[in-house]
């Protein structure tokens, strides 16, 4: 009975697994898709919301539009509007993804609820503050909208989906309490410590980039997007801030790789994410200075914040790592495994 109960739980937990890790790979494509979104200013494409055009499936072609369209929507885009195909569906897809990211969320929800009942509220509540966090972007989103994409809440729609992020990774984290676990390592408080700093690094050079993205904003309303190859000579002081502030967080990162690598297990969790906390941050630069020196090419714009997003996750869950509770103690240096029992979220 006992046996038949566990190969049940397991079941669930592979489920509940399979699915928040599916949740956390759509979030990460609907961070893409809004940098999308961003970098060819089809932010208004839909300049209704939640429908768009007035309608729940948008036009392909302008004589699907009523022929007075342009009075319809013009003071909202400032008497500016013409119909783009292209940009209306770049918009209307990265609302459907969101739309689909929710309900994953709410699956995930679901799925949780279990826990409750098992001795893991955390994961319950875990989910529903993201399914919460959801349906206040969606909120978000349609203000986002309404104000014509004011610098603020573009900004702070990015960094509740951050939020979003974390909230999934610390689920996906705590129902892979194995894949976790730290062998061989030492000085755990202070190499947490230093972790949280790099994480408020990267939060810090995150911030001062939606800075920076504010600033072509308003390069482009006067410019346009035809001058791409001049909004880098037009920025100001923010810019180069944010680009010798790079060198701070590349720094920083190597340092603590570098107390990873001297520290932990080469076989351990801590130093895989460490090594590929290290490649993102050395992608993210080069993207930095395709972005610098190239024209900001738009494909660049969504790849560069993607990474920052991925850098931080990474980091988090490097923290995360050495949160969770030990499946391991060491007594003289011999390892003894705790029972299943004794090993708990």
């Known amino acids: 009975m006992t046996s038949s109960i566990n190969r049940t739980n397991s079941r669930q937990d592979r489920l509940f697994r399979r699915l928040t890790l599916v949740t956390v790979v759509t979030v990460y494509l609907l961070i893409i898709a809004g940098g999308v979104v961003r970098s060819t200013g089809a932010g208004m494409g839909c300049p209704d919301w939640p429908k768009c055009f007035g309608s729940w499936v948008p036009p392909t072609e302008v004589y699907q539009l009523p022929s007075d369209y342009k009075e319809m929507y013009g003071a909202k885009l400032k008497g500016e509007v013409e119909f783009n195909a292209v940009k ?15 309900l994953l969320i709410f699956a995930t929800v679901i799925a949780s609820i279990r826990y409750l009942r098992s001795g893991k509220p955390k994961l319950f509540y875990a989910s529903l503050a993201a399914f919460i966090l959801v349906g206040f972007q969606g909120w978000l989103g349609s203000k986002v909208v309404s104000t014509e994409l004011h610098p603020v809440m573009v900004t702070l729609h990015m960094v509740v989906a951050i939020v979003i992020v974390f909230i999934l990774l610390y689920l996906l984290a705590r129902v892979y309490p194995h894949r976790l676990t730290l062998k061989k ?4 408080k202070l190499i947490k410590v230093w972790i949280l700093g790099l994480i408020g690094l990267t939060f810090s050079q995150i911030i001062i980039g939606t800075q920076v993205r504010e600033a072509i904003d308003i390069i482009i309303a006067r410019m346009g997007y035809a001058a791409r190859g001049r909004w880098i000579d037009e920025l100001g002081i923010t810019f180069y801030i944010h680009r010798s502030f790079s060198i701070v967080v590349l720094l920083a990162n190597a340092f603590v790789f570098y107390r990873v690598h001297k520290l932990a297990s080469p076989f351990s969790p801590l130093y895989s994410l460490a090594r590929w906390m290290l490649v993102v941050v050395g992608l993210e630069i080069v993207v ?58």
């Open 288 to 345: 930095g200075i395709i972005l610098a020196y190239q024209g900001v090419p738009a494909f660049a714009q969504p790849i560069h914040l993607t990474l920052a997003i991925v850098l931080a996750g990474i980091q988090f869950v490097m923290w995360l790592s050495l949160s969770a509770p030990e499946r391991t103690k060491y007594r003289s240096g011999v390892a003894t495994e705790l029972s299943e029992d004794q090993a708990v979220l």
């Open 185 to 188: 390592i030492h000085q755990e």
């Open 88 to 102: 209306t569906w770049i918009e209307y897809a990265n609302r459907l993804l969101g739309a689909f990211t929710g």
